[in-house]
């Protein structure tokens, strides 16, 4: 009994002797060896799973598509007339730009990857680009709509892992772009709440919020480049005792998660 | 024992599945975990003391898979399955002759351990779960839980087996 007893310590020993030393030396390269094998997988379930949720949300919206119809129409006439407005103070901003002999706009130097999988425990997901591509640690990754969709978390060989702006506990700052008045600037924290929930936090009561409106990524904390699209503003709160309100974003990255990223190399 | 090894790649392909094909069926962007609603079956369904060591073993190695396929330490679910599986054992006993209604109740709690588990082992040491998604997760788990059983039931994999349903 005695001697089964000192056996299986053993064995429990030894089993955490290999975890701790491949936690630390090999982890990595074990990563990455299984999601080479497994990315063929990865890709056709990936498009199935594209094919069949579209297909049954094709039904779930339809009854929908008519009141979205009008609200889409609706929209469609405000950008429009905000379209003829900002290309009126394009020509200007263009005319100033000639006249204080300024450089052009500083461009972000992009590499395309693609989003292989989401982790089940945690906002994560893997790209298709590592270590052998250029990629580190704190890249900020975008897509092609401009939408904020994370910061490379980890870097393995061939894949990195993204972390996105819901994880839990991820805090950056943002900017709300109020219907109000553009010009006014509100600033406040956004955390994520896991589950590609995201929530502002620390913007006084008395600044007004309303649903529906957008909100940006700000660089005061040099987190993420000024301007990606963050959310849309799902639910304000306000209470009597508490001296900031709570609100909660819909992320807008949660539709661009199947299609093509961008990283950001030179931030 | 060559036919639990199967179950080897099948929790391979459980990975693969719930984190690529499964995400795009997310509610409120919860996803199931198909790995623990299997090794939760393997263990509670499959009781024979000769199999008892391959169960802890493929429960084992079922988290070490899903441990590669995610962010957390290597070891992290491979523990938490194992231990899992080791308090099933213990308390099998306890519901060997209850009704087949404990099995939710009793997955409510595997759950609840693994969530607290990993809390601890990513070094948060809380026991607060999200609620919400706690019980959206739980009711998704349910809904696929009922689905592999009624499968098993009616291919009769385990007719033979000493088991409570």
Known sequence: MKLKRGKFLLIIILIILILISFNKFLLREIKNAFYTISLPFFKNFSLTGDKISSFFQTFSEFKNLKTENQKLLEQNQNLLAKIVEFELLKKENEELRKALNLGLEKEFQLILVKSISKETEGDFILISKGKEDGMIEGLPVISAEKVLVGKIDQVYKNFSRVKLISAENNIFDVEIITAADSREKIYGLAQGEGNFKIKIKFIPKEKEIKEGETVISSNIAQKFPQGFLVGEIKKVEKSDIEPHQIIELEPFFKLNLGQTLFVILNF | ?165
């Open chain 2, 1 to 165: 024992m060559n036919e639990f090894l199967i179950l080897i790649p099948i929790f391979y392909f459980l990975i693969i599945f719930q984190q690529s094909f499964l995400v795009k069926f997310s509610i409120f962007g919860v996803i199931p975990n198909l790995v623990l609603i299997l090794v939760f079956l393997l263990n509670f369904l499959v009781k024979t003391d000769r199999e008892k060591n391959l169960r802890m073993i493929l429960s084992f190695i079922g988290g070490l898979l899903l441990d590669i396929h995610s962010g957390l330490l290597l070891g992290s679910w491979a523990l938490n399955f194992l231990i899992i599986a080791i308090l099933i054992d213990k308390f099998y006993q306890f519901f060997e002759k209850s009704n087949f209604l404990w099995f939710p109740i009793l997955f409510c709690f595997c759950l609840y351990f693994s969530k607290i588990f990993l809390n601890f082992i990513s070094l948060k040491y809380s026991f607060n779960v999200n609620l919400f998604s706690f019980f959206i997760e739980l009711l998704y788990s349910l809904f696929l839980f009922f689905i592999i059983l009624f499968a098993l039931r009616i291919t009769n994999i385990y007719k033979s087996k000493k088991s409570p349903i």
